[in-house]
């Protein structure tokens, strides 16, 4: 990870409306993906040649590191890759060795669907990446089939998982999107898996996120009911969180087979601590994964505002960040209004 900051007069704290600080960044890198996740990019309107970002639309490594850096002086801590798919993106890894040398940086992980990690692995290890996720929905191959958008085989993501620890990545986070009727009974055969592995395996609440996936309330498998069903099987005991803005909320097996987690942004939201600033591919500034615009940091960067220029516009549009939709989500559901995608934003 990069140095230490030279004096710790050069880092501000940037806190919004809320008084949440900005600690997290998550950078995506491009939208396209070789999925089609029903619940983030549905097949029926995503086809192959739906018109993602072209080349020059994206930002290049040099802004994006540059607004890192920028990010970086104005409090935030943790870097997170993600897309799209963001090994879709040539020349990753250099982009991971550019962020890895930022001063400051405590943090840098990355999220994958886990298919090009037997291929790059290696070199994202090599180039500075400490901790990585790869969602995975199922182990079942026909059901995994169907959440990929029939793109993608379970197999070639275990192959991933493999290739990671081979290549040093310990504790792997598997992220599983839970849907009703879907993958519901698959939870106990990931806990399974998983179990004793030394990989944290965590369920996501299926989100309303975007207006596309055709969300509905009743397909979301609250997490109090996965818990239920995994502590049936085997005792669990609440962790503690480890840090303010943790999301999962973590329980322990109860014989020390390592643990699982909860995200639980539907049935307990916590936007109380979301300390996540969220940059889409294309350079705009998302303060919030509900959020129905962002703001367009490429056109600062590109029109020529130095450094201190982009930190004040940044700072700025943090300081009036009063976004919490998900506890607000009842009140706010039935009003008409768009949603960025999760695929620019990165979940
Ligand atoms: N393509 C990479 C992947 O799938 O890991 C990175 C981008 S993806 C948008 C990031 C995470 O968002 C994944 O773990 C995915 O499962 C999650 N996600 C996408 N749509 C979601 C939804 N509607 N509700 C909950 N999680 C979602
Ligand atoms: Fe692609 Fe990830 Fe979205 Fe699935 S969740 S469609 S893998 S970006
Ligand atoms: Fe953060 Fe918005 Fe999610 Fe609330 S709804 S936790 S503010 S991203």
Redesign the pocket.
Known sequence: MGAPLPTPLQIRTTVDARDRPLRDLRISVLDR?N?R?P??MPADQYPEHHPFLQRQDLLSFEEIERLARVFVGLGVRKLRL?????LLRRDLPLLVGMLAAIPGVEDLAL???GVLLPRLAESLRAAGLRRL???L?ALDPAIFRRLSGDRGEVAEVLAGIAAAERAGFAAVKI?C?VMRDVNEDEVLSLAAHFRGSGHLVRF??????GTL?D?RAERVVPSAELLARIAARWPLRAVDAGYRGEVAQRHAYADGAGEIGFISSVSAPFCGDCTRARLSADGRLYTCLFARDGFDLRKALRGGDDDAALATLIADRWSLRDDRYSERRAELRNTPRDRVE??HV??
């Open positions: 993906c999925f996740c619940y983030c993600t897309g799209g798919e963001p999220t994958t669907n996720t790869v969602s929905d992220n999107v996501i609440e299926y989100m309303d996120v996936n969300w999760m695929y990165g979940g």
